[in-house]
């Protein structure tokens, strides 16, 4: 099983203040970890850095350190107690790239140690960070056995680097001018990244199209609706006999990529995304395309964004007609949401009412009615107008958001882009920056935390809801 490694810029920006005070002189910290476990893989989510004080080390060199153990011990009893994995971090203040063959004999001392200590089996790993910025993290196994580690440092731009360098594979055809566009290793990346879209009608299908065709490596499908003749006039790789077969979106767009036969993997899910096993689905997933209306659905991924460490990009379209052939307004926003920063309810695109009467309607319908009737709440909004070209328009600067964060093709930097707001019938298109909104209270508490026995804190998802 392969092992994974993500962090927030925020957090390295810790790391970087503590391991480089400006001495020239190695230091420590340490990062604990929440995790999601998937099939293949073991993912740790940095949730936490902890400093190790330059008092607590005996000496500190320009290559090397050496520290008191018996710090470690409180490190230790948090990660036990929270069920959390340990990250040593140390820097190289010369930038020296690699592993020395101090560093071996000291992790093959101290890793035993930390394995005993525990009782959960997460793995630990160890890192070196370099002025530049670049972390090279391995697996340190109970036995002092190395595997090198990918690394994903998500901020305004997402970097990911893979655990090793791979051979350079053959350029499929349908490849070339995307490499022509972004190169090798934005085209490594993109064929190694696990895609989910959650929404595969109006706005999902074309953004799916737009992955397919760029080589991502593999796309997860998310939508329990079945595909209607009325939604024919938007949802792109959709047949009227799948219409007539009242066949699941998901299945629909699927099948039709199979066919295509390019190099992307698809998987596809008929299932709420309010379902325990569906969230951990889209949980290990590189990034999140939000194509759904709910207000419940967005604050959902929001959630599954930061406590899995997974970019999302959410989209939204107003189209107000009369039903006549007059518009009164077509508009949309496009928004980047990083672990650890602003999220719906901070930004107001999404409102405590309607989240309450959406979560109503969803878990007691019969109490939403009534309830609605009474004019106690608001009723939710369904069935407004939507068409291809809007659609698409707004998939297609989706897409180009989710390319300008693991590609950086600005001129201007990308935490200026945290919302792109549009309205075609006036001609209008405003950005807004990230640091124009605030971050959420207690979010250090969730933020990475990963599987938890509740999971996303959420008392929807605990064993006894489930069974009731």
Known sequence: MSIKFKITDSAMVELNEHLFPGDGKEAVAFVLCGHVVGDKETILLAHKVVP???????????????????????????????????VK??????????FSDVDNESDRVLYPSIYSWSKNILPSLSAILLPSNELIVRHVSESGVFTPVSVTII?????HTPAELSLCREVLDFEERNLQ?????????????KIAVIGCSGTGAPVIEQLNRLGVGELKLFDPDVVEHKNLNRITNTKTADADAKKFKVS?????LDEIGLSTVVSAFPESIFDA???KEIAVCDFIFGCVDSAEARCLLNRISTYYLVPYVDIGISLDADGKGGVNNISGKVAYFQPGKSDHITRRSVFPATLEAEALKRSSPKTYQDRLDEGYIKGVVENSPAIIPVNTYASSLAVMEFLARVHDYRNEPNGDFAEQVFCL???FYETKSESSF?????LHKCLGRGDKALLLDMPEFSEEERVA
Request: proline share 5%; glycine share 6%; aromatic share 8%.
């Open 425 to 427: 019938v006036n001609n």
């Open 252 to 256: 629909s767009i699927k099948d039709t």
């Open 181 to 193: 566009v972004f190169g090798s290793k934005t085209r490594d990346t993109l064929s190694r990244m």
């Open 438 to 442: 605030r971050v959420p209270l207690g």
């Open 155 to 159: 901020g305004d731009e997402v970097h």
């Open 277 to 279: 096993e569906i969230v």
């Open 89 to 98: 971090v140390h820097s190289h203040p010369k930038g020296y790239p690699q």
């Open 52 to 86: 190790l004080s330059y008092a607590s080390c005996s000496v500190r060199e320009h290559d090397y350190v050496q520290w008191f153990t018996q710090e470690l011990v409180p490190i230790l009893n948090e990660a036990e107690k929270e069920n959390l994995a340990v």
